[in-house]
């Protein structure tokens, strides 16, 4: 039998290879292949469809986070909130800044636990970066009070949690600026690189389109030291047709979600807990299980592929060393990374590769 994969991005091209591959076409005949016409497009097409006055494409959803903290003025001195249990990019986007990223334990939904951030307040606190993990929403009205109490700034993470809503309003809005990755696995995925960022800023707006370009918006009258992150041509056509799709897509993930609530039954394994106040779009669906290790081995043995998201917490990777923690700093984070496995989610994948997967979890013991 055909092993299932964590993911299969082969099925989300074909779902729509016709669009896709004029979009390409069009695109190549066109001469035109960065910062023309169809970023224009997409800019619009994706501010429009979060719901936030503009939209600036950018080369991938790290620098969208590094110019997203940049164009608030988070520098050298400052100190950030972010939740422990995120990706790595969250943290770089903070630091690569000069910023200190100040982490806070998740909560039960593995979100940002909004009862302690008033513990990690210091006067060097500037701002709050909350990631929608695993593409749940965290709990945003929850932390908007938060900011506008202390006079934070606040940036989302919607690397994997592209329309996911909270209280009706979707994920990216809530902050000063919501970045957005579009990597091919994301739930808004293009077929290389790319980013965005949303915001209701013209100022920010301003700001980053003139960071992603040399610092330039004047051709070669440079004003302040930038870099070159754009989103090229080809990318935001393919994206403007995903775009389109974005509901039914975002639905299937979620009935796919439910085909799994509704079928794995194992005293040994913990399903994704949705809080009530959130919408979870199913980037991923990230169960949890004491045997972790034994769990996913066994599952290999069965053909089915699974994922650890993420095994080393930031605070315990090289990378932060200098940070100066070590094991046991931060236990729920550290406990999730232990305990955490992704099992195979994407559009397209089958009720019969579903069926395997429920199957064999349900033989776990
Ligand atoms: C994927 C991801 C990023 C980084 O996006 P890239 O496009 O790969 O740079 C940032 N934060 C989170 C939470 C992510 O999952």
Request: negative net charge.
């Amino acid at each position: 039998m055909e092993k299932i994969m964590t993911n299969r991005l082969d099925r989300g091209f074909y779902k729509y290879q016709a669009e896709f591959e004029e979009a390409a076409l069009r695109t190549l005949r066109s001469g035109w292949y960065i910062m023309g016409k169809e970023l224009e497009s997409f800019e619009k097409n994706f501010a429009e469809y979060t719901g936030s006055k503009y939209s600036v494409g950018v080369a991938n959803g790290l620098d969208a986070l590094i110019l997203g903290c940049r164009a608030l003025g988070i520098g050298k001195g400052d100190e950030v909130l972010v939740q422990a249990n995120t990706y790595i990019a969250s943290i770089m986007g903070i630091s690569i800044n000069g910023a200190t990223p100040v982490f806070v334990e998740p909560d039960d939904y593995y979100q940002i636990d909004v009862n302690k951030l008033e513990d990690k307040l210091t006067e060097k606190t500037k701002a709050v970066m909350v990631v929608h993990l695993y593409g749940q929403s965290a709990n945003m009205s929850a932390i908007v009070d938060f900011c506008k109490k202390h006079n934070l700034k606040l940036i989302e993470d919607c690397a994997q949690s592209h329309g996911s809503m909270h209280e009706g309003k979707m994920t990216g809005t809530f902050g000063d600026v919501g970045c957005f990755s579009f990597y091919p696995s994301k739930n808004l995925g293009c077929f290389g690189d790319g980013g965005a960022i949303v915001t209701d800023s013209e100022e920010i707006r301003d700001k980053i389109k003139m960071l992603r370009n040399y610092g330039s918006k004047v051709r070669y009258y440079n004003e302040e030291v930038g870099v070159n992150s754009r989103l090229d041509e080809i990318q935001a056509a393919l994206l403007s047709v995903r775009l389109s799709h974005m509901e039914e897509l975002t639905m299937e993930r979620k009935d796919i979600a439910k085909y799994y609530y509704d079928g794995i039954n194992n005293d040994l394994i913990e399903l994704p807990k949705v809080a009530d106040y959130a919408d979870h779009v199913f980037h991923q669906f990230v169960i949890r299980c004491e045997e972790r290790d034994r769990l996913s081995k066994y599952l290999d043995g069965e053909g089915i592929g699974t994922i650890i998201h993420y095994p080393i917490p930031p605070h315990m990777s090289e990378a932060y060393a200098y940070l100066g923690f070590s094991k046991g700093d931060f236990p729920i984070t550290e406990k999730y990374a232990d305990t955490v496995l992704s099992i195979p989610i994407y559009n397209g994948i089958t009720r019969e590769e579903q069926d395997r997967v429920i199957t064999a979890l349900n033989a776990f013991k």
